[in-house]
Each structure stands twice: as structure tokens, then as C-alpha cells.
């Protein structure tokens, strides 16, 4: 079994150290694209993302049983998508703003993630717009494999902090 | 609970989820599985402050908590059955806090034969322990024609 491990040890966790730098709602410009990073995808982040949300399948941790199943080897769960938006985004991104309030998201998969993976991410804001006195942002959000394969791509609506 | 059997299937099935036991430790957590440390989950002092009209008195969950266990409700039940989750879509009506107890479920919307593969489409939901809905939302998941 794979220890959990963290994503990014050199990951910067205090969220306002960059905040000055973070596009606000007035500056982000929808059709712009974000600026992004590949990330290599391991199973110690498998497994620690595994462990966040209570998953148990052997198709996640267990390497000898992965083998045997439809997939050949160890596969990451559809929602792996959650840590990739912030392990394929610079500290500068605005999805990093603090008090950015998540409304709602919508998620396609097409093939599953896998251990050793350089994911890409290809992200822009699409929308934006004023609600009940809030400022939403409309964001859409493809990851490819090395392979230029795509693993799932999603929508998502933020609430930005005003 | 009904197994995931395309033919069996049929509109208002139901499916269950895991029991999941909210707490600052769970928070935190999934702050270092998803790299997500916004303060709303980690920041009891700035949680004090005002959100526009919103006030949450404290941290709270991540929403993307609700999908990763809405989605782990889902593969756990459509996967055995060869099925594969392809789409899931939620939105977020009420904070999760720490102490809270929140379990996903599921109920078959309808099913769909398309000229290549077979859908279906579930209605989802996340409930807490006063039986409020904290999240709902709508998931897809193709049953492949077997060979």
C-alpha cells in the first residue's frame, strides 16, 4: 500500500502571502487564459487524497490488486481533479484568494488519472457576473495526461471575495 | 440499495453513501490532500468577519468534501458492476461545520440507451444529521455495453 504523503511539500499554505498579486473580480478578464504548470501526479497524492475522503478501493492503493483489475494498475479517483486545480495552478492564481467561496461545480470524465502522470491544465475564466449584490466568476478547466489525453474537464462558479 | 444492473434499474431506486464525520482535523486534512487552504477552512479569526451578507461563525468544510464523497458513493456502487462514473455536477445550499455528521445518497432519475452505450442519471444529495441538505446536485455514469 502506498503511504500518504503530502502533493507538494514546497507548496506555499499561507494564502495571503500572495494575495496582492491575485487578479481581483474587476481584473479578471473572461476568455483570458490562466496561467498553469504540469504536475506530476504520485501515488503517495493518491493516497493521501484517499484518505481525506474515506476511500477505500483497492483500485487507488492497493498496487497488486489495481494490476489485477479493469485498469491494469493504479488509477486515481474521478475527483482527483479537486487537488490538481491547485497542484497545476501558480501561487499567484486568483482561485487562491482568500474567502473565494465555492458555488457550485460540474465535472466530465473521460479516462482516469494515473500514478506518474505530468498532468496539464488548461484554465481560463469564461463569465462573469453580478448576483444578489455578489461577484461571481465562471471558470472552465481541462487536464490532459502526457499523452495529450483528456482526463476530465469541468465548470465550476466561484463567489469572489469582495 | 439497489445494484448497479442496468436492465434492473428502474427510476426512484435508491443508492447509499458513507456516513462522514466532520471535524477540524477532517478539514484539515483535506486542506493538505487538495492543496486548498483558503482560511474559510483553516482561520477561526477571519471567520469571525462578514462575507457580504454572510456571516458562517467559524471555518467550514471544503464544498469540493461533498463531491469527492458524493463521487466515492458512486464509483463504490457503479464500478463492480463495470459501470464507469462520467459526469457530476453539484451545488453547495448549506455550510458543513466541524461536528457535523453529512452522508451522500442517491436516486435514479431516468435511463437513457444512446446509439453507442447506455446512461444513467442520478439525482444526488448530501444530508446532514438534522436532515438538512448541504449540497444536491445531478450524476451521469454509462453502463457499456458488455461484449
Redesign the interface.
Known amino acids: 500500500m502506498a503511504q500518504a504523503q503530502?502533493?507538494?511539500p514546497n507548496?506555499e499554505?499561507?494564502?495571503?502571502k500572495d494575495a496582492n498579486l491575485r487578479k481581483t473580480w474587476d481584473e479578471i478578464v473572461p476568455g483570458q487564459p490562466r496561467q498553469t504548470i504540469p504536475y506530476k501526479l504520485t501515488q503517495e497524492?493518491i493516497a493521501?487524497?484517499c484518505?481525506?475522503?474515506?476511500?477505500t478501493?483497492p483500485?487507488y492503493l492497493d498496487e497488486a490488486a489495481a494490476k489485477a483489475g479493469?485498469f491494469g494498475g493504479i488509477i486515481a479517483?474521478?475527483?482527483i481533479h479537486?487537488?490538481l486545480?491547485?497542484?497545476c495552478t501558480p501561487a499567484n492564481d486568483w482561485m487562491?484568494s482568500?474567502?473565494?467561496?465555492?458555488?457550485?461545480?460540474?465535472?466530465?470524465?473521460n479516462i482516469p488519472a494515473r500514478p506518474g502522470d505530468t498532468i496539464t491544465l488548461q484554465a481560463r475564466a469564461l463569465d462573469k457576473f453580478i448576483k444578489r449584490?455578489?461577484l461571481f466568476v465562471v471558470h472552465d478547466n481541462v487536464f490532459f495526461n502526457h499523452n495529450g489525453e483528456v482526463i476530465c474537464s469541468g465548470r465550476g462558479q466561484t463567489?469572489r471575495?469582495? | 440499495m439497489t445494484t448497479a444492473n442496468f436492465d434492473q434499474l428502474k427510476a426512484g431506486d435508491s443508492i447509499d453513501g458513507?456516513a462522514?464525520a466532520v471535524s477540524r482535523e477532517?478539514i484539515r486534512?483535506?486542506?493538505?490532500?487538495?492543496?486548498?487552504?483558503?482560511?474559510?477552512h483553516l482561520d477561526d479569526d477571519?471567520m469571525k468577519g462578514d462575507?457580504?451578507?454572510t456571516n458562517f461563525g467559524g471555518i467550514i468544510m471544503?464544498?469540493?468534501?461533498n463531491?469527492?464523497?458524493i463521487?466515492?458513493m458512486l464509483?463504490?456502487w457503479a464500478?463492480p458492476a463495470?459501470a464507469?462514473?462520467?459526469?457530476?455536477?453539484?451545488?453547495?445550499l448549506k455550510p458543513v461545520k466541524p461536528g457535523d455528521t453529512i452522508r451522500p445518497a442517491g436516486t435514479i432519475k431516468a435511463k437513457q440507451t444512446t446509439a453507442k452505450s447506455r446512461w444513467v442519471v442520478v439525482d444526488v444529495a448530501v444530508q446532514n444529521q438534522r436532515g438538512e441538505t448541504v449540497a444536491a446536485?445531478e450524476a451521469m455514469l454509462e453502463f457499456p455495453v458488455s461484449a
Open positions: 503530502s502533493p507538494d507548496f499554505t499561507d494564502f495571503w497524492a493521501l487524497y484518505k481525506a475522503v474515506g476511500e478501493n483500485l479493469p479517483p474521478p475527483a479537486i487537488l486545480m491547485f497542484a487562491r482568500p474567502g473565494t467561496v465555492n458555488a457550485g461545480q460540474s465535472w466530465s470524465y449584490e455578489r463567489i471575495p469582495m | 458513507p462522514f477532517s486534512l483535506f486542506c493538505d490532500a487538495s492543496l486548498d487552504y483558503n482560511p474559510l477571519y462575507f457580504g451578507k471544503h464544498g469540493m468534501n463531491f469527492g464523497l463521487t466515492r464509483t463504490d464500478t463495470g464507469i462514473h462520467r459526469r457530476l455536477e453539484t451545488r453547495w446536485g
